[in-house]
């Protein structure tokens, strides 16, 4: 993994770690460098994760996900980042391992943002392609498919989340977030859910889509609360 910093100033400020989607096979230029641009016009340090896609071994993709929210908060004085109020934002196939960095990982995400994103490998609603390349199988065990479905691994520690969808996505289906909204709702963990009625999948900062883009004027409003700004 490498991350990529881009710091607004040398003022003490949250920082959001942005990971772009891709199904695990690219990493979607849209998703990066122009959500870390608005994140700064609304005030916040941020960064990208460029993680491995393709091949992964998966539990070395939870171990490096681990040593980066470690350094971060190592480094936290040095690159004027308040440690505890780091968010990860995913998009699509980002946005699994963005809530694997509010689940999965010891030292976790004070906050999720997550964008259409893969949450479950079972099916019939797993996306099949962010498994296959996480996995690394195309027929893996019930077992290790659950290990790595975010319903399945929401805890009472799980992070505030904020999260959006559309209806008719025919890529990652919106039960993947409606799982999501269940297990949150049975730990009690305080979430933000936004659903709109139409629009493709990969969207990003949905620009041309001025009815799905309120999500951006939703997610500065929940940043600032959860952050008592």
């Not at 016009?41 to 996900?65: C, F, Q, R, V, W």
């Not at 609603?125 to 195309?138: A, I, M, Y």
Request: proline share 6%; net charge negative.
């Amino acid at each position: 993994m490498t991350l990529s910093l881009s710091l607004l100033d040398d003022h003490e400020r949250p920082f959001i770690l942005v990971f772009p989607g891709g199904g695990y096979r690219h990493l979607a230029e849209k998703e990066g460098l122009p959500v870390v641009k608005w994140l700064h016009s609304i005030g916040y340090h941020a960064g990208i994760l460029y993680y491995p896609i393709g091949t992964i071994d998966h539990l070395n993709m939870i171990k490096e996900l681990e040593e980066v929210f470690i350094q971060l908060r190592q480094q936290a004085k040095k690159w004027h980042i308040l440690e505890d109020k780091i968010v990860a934002l995913g998009f699509s196939a980002g946005g699994h391992l963005a809530s694997l960095a509010g689940t999965k990982i010891t030292n976790r995400a004070n906050a999720l943002l997550l964008c259409y994103p893969v949450i479950t490998f079972t099916e019939p609603f797993g996306h099949s392609g962010s498994r296959e390349h996480f996995l690394g199988s195309k027929q893996p065990s019930k077992h290790l498919v659950e290990s790595y479905s975010i319903e399945h691994l929401i805890d009472e520690h799980t992070p505030p989340t904020f999260f959006w969808h559309t209806t008719d996505d025919q890529s990652v289906p919106i039960q993947n977030t409606i799982l999501l909204a269940n297990s949150l709702a049975r730990h009690n963990i305080p979430f933000e859910y936004h659903v709109f009625p139409s629009g493709k999948h990969g969207l990003g900062m949905a620009k041309e889509f001025p009815y799905v883009e309120r999500w951006l004027s939703f997610a500065e409003i929940w940043l600032k609360s959860i952050f008592n700004e």
